[in-house]
T-cell receptor
Framework: DTAVSQTPKYLVTQMGNDKSIKCEQNLGHDTMYWYKQDSKKFLKIMFSYNNKELIINETVPNRFSPKSPDKAHLNLHINSLELGDSAVYFC????????????FGQGTRLTVV | RKEVEQDPGPFNVPEGATVAFNCTYSNSASQSFFWYRQDCRKEPKLLMSVYSSGNEDGRFTAQLNRASQYISLLIRDSKLSDSATYLCVVNERGSTLGRLYFGRGTQLTVWP
């Protein structure tokens, strides 16, 4: 049983398109995150939600819009994709406060051409 | 200034070697510390938490120096399967606003 699952695993799309990545966790955690890992392997937080409420938005362009329909789901919609959006996007979940382990999904490798 | 800094390596060591990774963090209010491991093209996974008194898990030993804001990971008797990127992770603070900051990772290759 996958604890944090995200789809799709691979996404290749053209510049200007709109795409979504879905994430679900079955761990009962209150907090979910989106991280971006660029070509230099740096893992940077984009958003954090606690019980469906946005609590962290790390200077991410408005083209990125997270949505949390319930605390087990956190989806990421990206409008007007740009070449620089190419990266691996990881969804994660943990108990609130970041004091415990974060569990990551397998990642979505987004390539914008 | 980055919240978490670590030597990116790469470290290339023979099987059986002992290797140490270091990490520094900038926020003195940080409360939780971790080492994660990330295999190539995989997601990060928790290797071990780091406690104030230092802790050991088999061949892995983690140390924390709060005064110097310094964290270390020691791997003894390296195995081929230890080849991965090791990420130093620090939380912002222990509240609902807490977030995890990741270092850039230290790449380790263990050769036969």
């Amino acid at each position: 049983d996958t604890a944090v699952s995200q789809t799709p695993k691979y996404l290749v799309t053209q510049m200007g398109n709109d795409k979504s990545i879905k994430c679900e966790q079955n761990l009962g955690h209150d907090t979910m995150y989106w991280y971006k890992q660029d070509s230099k392997k740096f893992l940077k937080i984009m958003f954090s939600y606690n019980n469906k409420e946005l609590i962290i938005n790390e200077t991410v362009p408005n083209r990125f819009s997270p949505k949390s329909p319930d605390k087990a789901h956190l989806n990421l919609h990206i409008n007007s994709l740009e070449l620089g959006d190419s990266a691996v996007y990881f969804c994660a979940s943990s108990q609130p406060g970041g004091v415990a382990e974060a569990f990551f999904g397998q990642g979505t490798r987004l390539t914008v051409v | 200034r980055k919240e978490v800094e670590q030597d990116p390596g790469p470290f290339n060591v023979p099987e059986g070697a002992t290797v140490a990774f270091n990490c520094t963090y900038s926020n003195s209010a940080s409360q939780s510390f971790f080492w994660y491991r990330q295999d190539c093209r995989k997601e990060p996974k928790l290797l071990m938490s780091v406690y104030s008194s230092g802790n050991e898990d088999g061949r892995f030993t983690a140390q924390l120096n709060r005064a110097s804001q310094y964290i270390s990971l020691l791997i003894r008797d390296s195995k081929l399967s230890d080849s991965a990127t090791y990420l130093c992770v620090v939380n912002e603070r222990g509240s609902t606003l807490g977030r995890l900051y990741f270092g850039r990772g230290t790449q380790l290759t263990v050769w036969p």
